[in-house]
């Protein structure tokens, strides 16, 4: 989804000054995510590395609107995906177990069943999901504006049109273009598993089983008016969610990370982290997360083409496992 006004957390100089990081060489550079010290008031972060993307990647091409990320572990990358309709390929760097560099590998267009680069409101990719199986390792990416989950390969290549559970389907088309399924997930019983940003009429719950036999849960929202803006599955089943809580540019920005046991809907969801602007977090539109290794994830912000916006990965420690 995109927050289109601009956020209080962004400095206004990046309205006026050019991005120093435009340039091919400074692809991604270290970037503070932390509140101001308070004297007297030690905390222990989980933050272990963050970086701030630049709007132009070393192919020439925009880095703009990356709403979904998935971790390949046996190739040692991350697959992002853009509202812009391209997927990329980067590989993060790592010292002493924080993530201290990134490199661009690769962009890729996502296209259709003709093979011709995504246009318009059939574009908009926001959430994405690795799939594993006998026919090899394949993407799944879930858009907005024509609401529907699809099957590219890992250059981008459209493989199939993912059909969602029938008592799903009249209720997913009649979605707000800009609130669908923000957030995809492969679960090992579940399936497809998708969730969009707010609770609808139309639908039976806010976390939904995509694919047959329909199954919906409730997500209860950590911040009054927050919305699940992404997912990923967890080794054991649970599913780790970002949620965003963004009102209006004078109010507080809230990013919180939780744990979603699906077994067990019905008790509390734990709270893994929470980022506030009123506290002093340099928090952005964050509107991805994917698990990396036991206790670590990442979390990427999607700059809304907004010059006053970052492109920001974080990478953290946090007590999930």
Do not use: C
């Not at 970086?51 to 697959?79: C, F, I, N």
């Not at 890729?108 to 574009?123: I, P, T, V, Y």
């Not at 090899?136 to 559970?165: C, I, K, N, Q, Y």
């Amino acid at each position: 989804m995109r927050v289109l006004p601009l956020l209080l957390s962004a400095s206004f100089a990046a309205l006026l000054v050019p991005d120093a990081n435009a340039r091919a060489d400074e692809f991604a550079r270290a970037f503070n995510f932390a509140p101001p010290a308070r004297v007297g008031a030690p905390e222990v972060s989980p933050v272990r590395g963050a970086l701030r993307l630049a709007s132009t990647a070393p192919d020439g091409g925009p880095v703009h609107g990356l709403s979904g990320l998935v971790w390949q572990a046996s190739e040692g990358l991350l697959y992002a995906v853009s509202d812009q309709g391209y997927l990329l390929k980067l590989r993060p760097r790592f010292a002493n177990e924080a993530l201290v560099g990134l490199e661009f590998v690769a962009r890729h267009a996502l296209l259709d069943a003709q093979g011709m680069a995504l246009s318009n409101k059939e574009r908009d990719a926001e959430g994405l999901a690795l799939a594993q199986d006998s026919g090899g390792t394949t993407l799944l990416v879930s858009f907005e504006g024509r609401h529907r989950v699809a099957r590219h390969d890992l250059e981008g290549r459209w493989l199939e049109d993912m059909s969602p559970a029938t008592a799903l389907a009249s209720g997913l088309k009649a979605l707000p273009s800009n609130q669908g399924l923000e957030a995809l997930a492969l679960h090992p019983r579940h399936g497809v598993i998708g969730g969009i940003e707010h609770p609808s009429s139309r639908l039976p719950g806010q976390i939904l089983r995509f694919t047959e036999p329909a199954e919906a849960w409730a997500y209860p929202v950590a911040s009054t008016e927050g919305a699940l803006v992404a997912l990923d599955t967890l080794a054991d089943g649970r599913l780790l969610a970002l949620e965003r809580r963004f009102i209006a540019p004078w109010k507080p920005l809230i990013i919180t990370l939780r744990v979603i046991d699906l077994a067990a809907p019905a008790l509390p969801s734990p709270i893994l982290a929470r980022f506030s602007s009123a506290e002093g977090w340099p928090v952005d539109n964050f509107e991805a997360v994917a698990w990396h290794r036991p206790g670590h994830v990442f979390m990427l912000s999607d700059d809304n083409v907004n010059p006053a916006q970052e492109t920001l990965l974080v990478y953290l420690q946090l007590a999930l496992d």
